[in-house]
């Protein structure tokens, strides 16, 4: 009796452990996580998942929103799977047990926030994400199908390279993987397995992400000889507050959902006239106006103004933001303006997939920040990440679960005797780690100057030349080194900052997130891609 197919699933954020939930009822599910199982970008997540819900609303205006936030470089066709699918599966969601914050009459209550025309976010208050993660961390826990491995990272994918056969191969058949308490690199075979390991919030010195956010999903692929897509297209979210000494503290859009108006340091509201929806304009229009301020003023912060608003009702809204801000730093949201500035938040681009989220490597599959499906564009419209994280998720186990039994997975299986074990080769324990943490700094810094909210082609010429010696130093670090998860993050982040770099210096115009000081803004409807293959840049 043969076995059941095998999945690996990298990453364990909501379209991770989605994924493993739908294929742990025919299949057997590994799911490897770098840190703990609930530390992950979902779990930051404080606005919630956008869905067509209400009488108002239709998947036609969640489509319009969403073309439009997109600067005209959306795929329509991915756009239309998220806004029709998306919203039953918010359903089944809620079905499973999700406790989305209900109105009075019941149902999930709606909330507006940046680029959306209609209230059509739902949420459990602002710590929607970290909810989230729980449910479905709790349900993979006690799942008979699913084993999960914490503090384990992908080193790379195993493919027909490792057999020396080729320099990149076309079939994925699992990967090697640190255990980072033992520093062993272990051998996962599977039939299929799925990339879900977030963006790389780290490639810049400010940002909303968890520490795990280094690119690891993308540079993996890549390196494995996946094309990616459109990676020039970072965002950064509007309204962060950073504290001195601590990471910054995302404050979710739902608060200029709610009411609040971002004032400069004399008080005056600087969205009117920018936008016609002011505060509520999508949010590279919003972080790059108050990048302009910033500038302008020379201030290194501009505020959000909530003291015009009903306190009781903020409160009840926003309970962790209003807490923290209150108990931590001695902010009362609802007496005093909150200091902010924008953070690098999101990837828009990533590892290319088509409408069943297949990447180029058979039996590969990629979904969430890791993934590009199109539906972003230039610019991601609020709260679609977590739906698109559902929808393409789910989409990667019906075609998996189609096709299970092909030839295809056999032959995968059949060279699955042939994968050798992870070669140490002549690797020591090196006495240069400052060396690399002054690495680390640099190429945020560097992204930070150079590769930020505002670009010229004389900045992206200078970051080029600098990430490229970063990336000799760093590759020659890590083929004569002991593994760890230091060195790891490293190879991972300058891979895809040189990727980054790339992107944005084929993209000779101003859209979206990608804005360049020597072109104009262009938002006409276009699907010229930025593609980046791996046999040109490897």
């Known amino acids: ?79 239309r799977i998220l806004v029709s699918e998306g919203k039953h599966l918010v359903r089944e969601l809620i079905e499973m047990g999700m406790p989305f914050h209900l109105s009075e009459n019941g149902e999930p209550e709606l909330s507006r926030e940046g680029g959306h025309s209609r209230p059509r976010v739902l949420n459990a208050l602002d710590q929607t994400g970290k909810m989230i993660q729980n449910f479905l961390s709790e349900k993979v826990r006690n799942h008979p199908n699913i084993s999960f491995y914490e503090r384990y990272m992908a080193v790379d994918l195993i493919t027909e390279h490792h057999m020396g056969e080729v320099r990149f191969g076309t079939t994925c058949m699992g990967a090697y993987v640190l255990d980072q308490k033992s520093g062993e690199i272990k051998t996962f075979l599977a039939d299929y397995t799925m990339i879900a390991a977030g ?33 020039e297209f970072y965002q950064f979210h509007p309204t962060a507050f950073v504290p001195a000494t601590e990471p910054p503290l995302l404050i979710t859009e739902a608060i200029r959902g709610h009411g609040a108006k971002l004032v400069d340091s004399n008080g005056n509201r600087f969205m009117v006239g920018v936008h016609p929806m002011a505060e509520l304009a999508p949010r590279d229009i919003v972080a790059r106006t108050i990048d302009k301020v910033l500038k302008a003023t020379g201030a290194e912060r501009v505020y959000l103004d909530l003291r015009h608003l009903d ?115 002549g690797a020591e324990n090196a006495s240069e780690w400052v060396l690399v943490h002054h690495d ?10 150079y590769v930020g909210i505002l670009r010229t082609r004389f900045r992206l010429e200078r970051a080029k030349r600098r990430i490229e010696l970063l990336y000799q130093e760093i590759d ?29 210096l084929s993209r000779r115009e101003s859209r979206g997130l990608h804005f360049m000081q020597e072109y104009p803004e262009n938002r006409t409807p276009s699907r010229r891609d930025t593609v980046i293959d791996p046999a040109f840049l490897c």
């Open 311 to 425: 306190a009781a009702e903020t409160k009840a809204k926003f309970p962790h933001i209003y807490e923290t801000l209150k108990n931590n730093y001695q902010i009362d949201l609802t007496k005093d303006l909150i200091p902010i500035t924008p953070a690098a938040h999101y990837m828009c681009g990533g590892i290319i997939v088509d409408a069943w989220s297949r990447t180029d490597l058979e039996g590969l599959y990629a979904s969430g920040e890791s993934a590009s499906t199109g539906v972003h564009g230039a610019n991601r419209l609020a709260s679609n990440s977590l739906l698109e994280a559902l929808v393409f998720s789910n989409r990667a186990y019906l075609d998996i679960q189609a096709k299970a039994g092909e030839e295809e997975y056999q032959s995968r299986r059949s060279m699955h005797a042939a994968i050798p074990l992870w070669n140490k080769g």
């Open 1 to 79: 009796m043969s076995r059941k197919p095998s999945v690996l699933v990298i990453g364990s954020g909501l379209a991770g452990l989605f994924f493993a939930l739908k294929a742990a009822e025919e299949f057997v599910v590994t799911i490897i996580s770098k840190d703990g199982l609930d530390i992950t970008a979902t779990s930051y997540a404080q606005g919630g998942l956008a869905a067509a819900l209400s009488p108002e609303d239709s998947e036609e205006i969640h489509m319009r929103d969403t073309l439009e936030a997109g600067a005209g470089l959306c795929d329509e066709e991915a756009v």
């Open 199 to 231: 963006g790389g919030g780290h490639l810049y010195p400010v940002t909303t992400n968890p520490q795990v956010a280094t690119g690891d999903g993308v540079a993996i692929a890549f390196r494995a000889g996946c094309r990616v897509r459109n990676m």
């Open 476 to 504: 020659d670090f890590y083929q004569r080194t002991v593994l760890n998860r230091e060195i790891l993050e490293m190879r991972n982040l300058v891979i895809l900052a040189r990727i980054t770099v790339f992107s944005a």
């Open 440 to 449: 680390l700094k640099e190429i945020q810094h560097i992204m930070w100057d």
